[in-house]
C-alpha cells in the first residue's frame, strides 16, 4: 500500500506542472518571424503533413520566451478544408516556457480523441515536463490531456 501511495504521489507531482498549460488561439505573436529556428529541429509535422507543431520564441533576448504552436485541419467547411493555429502556453499568467523539445515528439492515434502528441517542455529553472495534447481532426479541438 505504502508502495502505492508512493507511485500516486510521484504521478501527481509530475503530472501537476501539465495542469497549468492552457491553450489559446494562436495570437499575433505567432508569425514566421518567431518560429524558432532551425526550422528543420523545431517543427514536425503529423497524420500525413495535416498537422504541423512548432516551437514559437517571442524575444531571443529574454531566457523563457517559448510558446508551442500547432497547425490543424478545422472540420470541412463550405470552401474548405482549412487550417487554424492553436497555441499551448505554460499558463495564463507567465505565459511562457524555457523550451519545447520539438525534435522529441511523438504521437498515436487513438480513435476516441485523435492524434495525441507527448513532448518535454524545459523551464528556465531546469525542470522538465512532458506536455501531452491531443489533435482532433473531426473536430477541430485541440486539448491538454
Same mark, same amino acid.
Given at each position: 500500500?505504502?508502495?502505492?501511495?508512493?507511485?500516486?504521489?510521484?504521478?501527481?507531482?509530475?503530472?501537476?506542472?501539465?495542469?497549468?498549460?492552457?491553450?489559446?488561439?494562436?495570437?499575433?505573436?505567432?508569425?514566421?518571424?518567431?518560429?524558432?529556428?532551425?526550422?528543420?529541429?523545431?517543427?514536425?509535422?503529423?497524420?500525413?503533413?495535416?498537422? $504541423?507543431?512548432?516551437?514559437?520564441?517571442?524575444?531571443?533576448?529574454?531566457?523563457?520566451?517559448?510558446?508551442?504552436?500547432?497547425?490543424?485541419?478545422?472540420?470541412?467547411?463550405?470552401?474548405?478544408?482549412?487550417?487554424?493555429?492553436?497555441?499551448?502556453?505554460?499558463?495564463?499568467?507567465?505565459?511562457?516556457?524555457?523550451?519545447?523539445?520539438?525534435?522529441?515528439?511523438?504521437?498515436?492515434?487513438?480513435?476516441?480523441?485523435?492524434?495525441?502528441?507527448?513532448?518535454?517542455?524545459?523551464?528556465?529553472?531546469?525542470?522538465?515536463?512532458?506536455? $501531452?495534447?491531443?489533435?482532433?481532426?473531426?473536430?477541430?479541438?485541440?486539448?491538454?490531456?
Amino acid at each position: 500500500m505504502r508502495f502505492l501511495t508512493m507511485i500516486g504521489a510521484a504521478t501527481l507531482a509530475f503530472s501537476a506542472p501539465a495542469q497549468a498549460f492552457i491553450t489559446a488561439p494562436c495570437g499575433p505573436e505567432f508569425t514566421p518571424l518567431t518560429i524558432t529556428e532551425p526550422w528543420e529541429e523545431n517543427s514536425q509535422t503529423f497524420a500525413n503533413g495535416a498537422i $504541423r507543431i512548432f516551437e514559437m520564441f517571442i524575444d531571443p533576448n529574454v531566457a523563457s520566451g517559448a510558446a508551442l504552436g500547432i497547425l490543424h485541419p478545422l472540420p470541412a467547411m463550405d470552401g474548405g478544408p482549412y487550417r487554424t493555429c492553436t497555441a499551448i502556453y505554460a499558463g495564463p499568467e507567465f505565459r511562457f516556457f524555457g523550451q519545447a523539445h520539438v525534435a522529441e515528439a511523438t504521437a498515436v492515434y487513438d480513435a476516441s480523441v485523435g492524434l495525441i502528441v507527448t513532448l518535454p517542455v524545459s523551464f528556465v529553472d531546469g525542470s522538465r515536463v512532458l506536455l $501531452r495534447f491531443a489533435v482532433n481532426q473531426a473536430t477541430g479541438v485541440v486539448s491538454l490531456l
